[in-house]
């Protein structure tokens, strides 16, 4: 077996702690030490935390010259935080070329920008990945015809209300618990950067005005079709990027029109729902199964909670939506409450949860007639 690189990881906030929670799906590297910015406030905080989820052992640091000395490569990672490029992490670019360091980026860079960063790791010989220009597919190779291909091994949908529903940690903590069962799993992503991960970003053509709304929904199903024929996998995780709806008449999102082109292209065998945290009776969960139902055309057969709550007060002032992040015990509380309800609810930041998760669809995608599931 290959040995796995040392990386460092700058800068490190609450976007990466999915990444950092199921660690042990990035195949070639081992997480060195993250770095935070002194003004971030984060260092010595165990990283886990940051997203309001348990403590995972490994410790935010602010050091990034010290570990850059004994690391194989650094990840310049997307972060939630601001951090001006130029004069915070462009320099560390150059720093970690200089050294002689593989470099990995998930941020997206201007096109000069790139021209030049990759000129320079070639004129030092090293290794450098860019996870935010995955090109598309030609959609002459994509398109067979207008007509649905069947997918022949299960699929699981991961979709949500909105953004911050922790549905990212909800897609990898299923991957990493179906790998560690043994199965081969194939998966498409609602971040840019999921190919770091070993799996696919969710494709650039479903974003693209361009491409008639039609089209989309045929591109997609032989978008996924492929997955299937080329990668042979056990099952497909799919997550799905936005929310079902417009989350209110203040803050509309896409209306769902990306779920709605999803659903119409591939036909999910189970599926995974992500709520942010309100105080919800069960009743609206009834709600939410019943719109998925007809507008979508599938069940859903869990829920999760995440621990992000929407400040209204604030989202309104700033016409943009705040989320407030609660401790995890909270979401623990309102679960224990709502599984007396019609369905099973999870919080995915808990590591046992994830693994009843996943069990939870693996028993009812058996039950559904897939032995090899």
Known sequence: MQKKMKALVYPFDKEFCPILRNKNI?????????????????????????????PVGVFVE???????????????ASSQNKLDFESNIYPKILDAIEAGKNV???????????????????????EFKYYNAVADISDN?????????????????????????????????????????????????TRSYC???????????????????????????????????????DVIIIGIPGGIMRFSDEFI????????????????DTAVFCSIYEDFLPV???????????RLGFEVDCFTI????????????????????????????????????FTKFFNVLNQDEGTLLTDYLINRMASDGYEAI
Request: neutral net charge; aromatic residues 12%.
């Open 62 to 76: 602010n050091d990034f010259w010290k570990y850059l000395e004994i690391c194989d490569a650094v990840i310049f």
């Open 141 to 189: 190779k994509l398109l067979k015809g207008f007509f649905i291909d069947k997918i022949n091994v299960p699929v699981i949908f991961v979709l949500g209300i909105s953004e911050g529903t922790n549905k990212f940690e909800v897609q990898l903590a299923l991957r990493n618990n179906l790998q560690q069962k043994g199965y081969k799993v194939s998966q498409v992503g």
């Open 253 to 268: 999102g896409d209306f769902g029109i990306l779920a709605y082109e999803v659903a119409q292209a591939i036909k999910p």
């Open 284 to 294: 609206y969960f009834e709600e939410i199964y019943k719109t998925v139902k007809y």
């Open 306 to 341: 995440s621990n992000n709550k929407i400040d209204w007060n604030i989202s309104r002032t700033n016409k943009a939506i705040k989320l407030i992040k609660l401790d995890t015990c909270i979401v623990n509380k309102k679960i224990s409450q709502l599984n007396t309800a």
């Open 104 to 126: 990995l980026c998930t941020l997206e860079l201007e096109e000069q920008l790139l021209k030049n960063i990759v000129q320079l790791c070639r004129s030092k010989d090293i």
């Open 26 to 54: 990035l195949d070639d590297y081992d997480i060195l030490a993250v770095i935070s910015p002194n003004g971030w406030g984060y260092n010595g905080e165990d990283a886990g935390t940051l997203d309001g989820g348990l």
């Open 195 to 233: 190919e770091l991960l070993g799996f696919h970003s969710f494709p650039k053509f479903m974003m693209n005005s361009k491409i008639p709304e039609k089209e989309k929904i045929i591109l997609f199903n032989n978008y996924i079709k492929n997955i299937e024929l080329n990668e042979s996998p």
